[in-house]
């Protein structure tokens, strides 16, 4: 449990501080041997936020469909009317509880409504038909997900000085200190977390702006990609509670500094082999001819919140214009060092934004890359 220490007598407020958990002996507790906890995750009416909720099952399920489906209230969630409001949930993907350990699952869902339709931010449903289709292609993806760290009370950057703005001659990528990296408790915390629900974590490292983070999902393969991205941030938010911060996917939370993308690196089977290169720069021009249909899907607003990112500064592409180029941050499609040595490997789509829906970016690669839709 967080304690958070507020203004007192105009002094600048305190940064969240760890004090002893008093629930800490409680989640301790065995669950009964005959009792699994199991919390539904699912993406609510934003398309870019998350809902949960726990329910007691008496068998551990198997696979995700051996799980019973629920039903929750969609006018709390935007995602229905207060009239028939009833929406359903169905388990997709099961993952061991890091939180609750033990007997306890998390478990993503898909939300679909009353007539067992999926509901307007359900993306999953047309991302795993596209992969269905491809899946011989052996489609993977490696995803780097981009955020902020800010103070719960004043949604200001942690770390950041109060009324005012770190030195921007600071060096803070990949850095070390109490004075250039801000929030790292929390975030090897979230990589232990992750590791320990199945999630295939790759990496972690500090961003090029102050309290910015950057994490890495991947390979997976096909929709899986976009399961393991949901629930990787679902955990940070709920080890973020515990620590009194709040976490920014917004892809420019802080005008004038560094924003925040969600990198998707792709290959698919011919891509990695002997001379693979051919598929990629073939792949590249597809990307190039759907780029404005791409851009209106890389983030849940229609491309007009990665419009305030994507201005050509901050190593980021400009929008208005499709790049392509060799180990070049600030280009939309960034081919790697060394796939260009090896002519073979995968590409990195630099668009879309870090509050972007994975499934409709997996969804969007797989329909104009390998599908040619």
Known sequence: ?????????????KGPTLVENPLGKYFSLPLPDDKVLATYVWIDGTGENLRSKER???FMPKVAEDLPVLTYDGSGTRQARKKNADMYLFPRAIYRNPIHRGRSILVMCDTFDKN?????????????EAYLKCAEEEPWFGIEQELYLMNSYDLRPLGWPYKGFPDKT????????ADKAFGREL???HYKCCLYAGIAYGGLNVE???SQWEYQVGP???VSAGDDVWMARYILQILAEQYGVAVSIKPKPIPHWQGSGTHVN???KLMREENGIIEIEKAIGKLAAAHKDHLKLYDPYGGRDNARRLIGSHQAAHMHEFSAGVSERSTCIRIHRSVAVDKKGFFEDRRPASNCDPYRVIDSLLRTCVLNE
């Open 187 to 189: 975030m090897e915390a």
């Open 56 to 58: 007691t099952l008496d």
């Open 266 to 268: 792709f290959s698919t």
């Open 1 to 13: 449990m967080v304690k958070n220490v507020g203004r007192v007598h105009g002094t600048p407020p």
């Open 116 to 128: 067992l339709q999926p509901t307007a931010t359900n993306n999953r449903v047309r991302c795993a």
């Open 220 to 222: 997976s393969v096909g």
């Open 170 to 177: 600071t060096q803070y990528h990949y850095g070390i200190g």
């Open 208 to 210: 090029m702006g102050p």
